[in-house]
């Protein structure tokens, strides 16, 4: 278990204080391996997103240890963070948050621009072979605006590849999408898992693609009550 991308050990995360506080996560142990692809499932409220954003290290647990990439991160300051973050994770939300006065292509680049101070040439070319990827080529120069909820979707994919992660976090990334198109989106996130080994967790209400996905995790109440991997003939085993 060495090399997990992310493992979380006795993870809590408590909102509010007193009569009015609330466990969204109570105890979460989980580790998520290189390349694979899997599916968190669970009612609304049931800490789907907390637990995402802990993972991606956009909020912090109340208790318990995040180690990603092999680094512990109580210890880190908000760059250490940063780096950590910007090398290992990607993250696709269920709404895309592209910057609507900004071309596919520049917003494809946002991110790892205003990380490195500059939209350097080989930048550039990185942001225009993932919009090639994703299939939106030919509409690297349309602006944001003017592009359907779908191509929205793949846009903020293809930023969420832009450095390479090991991982992209994918929070409802179809929950806006009508079916047809969160399927095109979703086969889109498996080519790019069997191609470039990059693992995925998805959160989805979608059981049928839960289903389909190599490891299914459902989570209630703030627990994790099912963890399977789909092995290679097809049959479920508990992780
Ligand atoms: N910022 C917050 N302040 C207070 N309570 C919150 C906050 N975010 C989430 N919660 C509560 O934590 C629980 C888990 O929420 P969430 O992680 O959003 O679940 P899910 O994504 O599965 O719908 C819910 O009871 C929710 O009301
Ligand atoms: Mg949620």
């Given at each position: 278990m060495g090399d997990a991308i992310v493992l979380l050990e006795d993870i809590v995360r408590d909102y509010g204080e007193g009569e009015a506080a609330t466990r969204a996560l109570d105890g979460i142990d989980l580790s998520l391996e290189p390349g694979e692809f899997s599916a968190l499932v669970g009612p609304s409220g049931s800490g789907k997103s907390t637990l995402l954003n802990i993972m991606g290290l956009l909020d912090h647990p109340t208790s318990g240890t995040v180690t990603v990439d092999g680094t512990p991160?109580?210890?880190?300051d908000d760059t250490g963070v940063t780096r950590l973050r910007g090398r290992t994770l990607g993250f696709v939300f269920?709404?895309?948050?592209?910057?609507?006065?900004?071309?596919a292509l520049e917003n494809v680049m946002m991110p790892a621009a205003v990380d490195r101070g500059r939209f350097s040439t080989d930048l550039r070319e990185r942001a225009r072979e993932l919009l090639d990827r994703v299939g939106l080529g030919d509409f690297k120069d349309k602006n944001a605006r003017h592009l359907s909820g779908g191509q929205k979707q793949r846009v903020a994919i293809a930023r969420a590849l832009t450095n390479e992660p090991e991982l992209v976090l994918a929070d409802e990334?179809?929950?806006?999408?009508?079916t047809k198109t969160a399927d095109r989106v979703l086969d889109l996130l498996r080519e790019i898992n069997t191609d470039t080994g990059t693992a995925f967790l998805i959160v989805t209400h979608d059981e049928e693609l839960a289903r389909s996905c190599q490891r299914l995790i459902r989570l209630v109440d703030g627990h994790i009550v099912e963890d399977e991997r789909t092995n290679s003939s097809g049959t479920r085993q508990k992780s």
């Open positions: 991160t109580d210890d880190l269920q709404f895309h948050h592209l910057l609507t006065g900004f071309t990334p179809t929950g806006n999408l009508d």
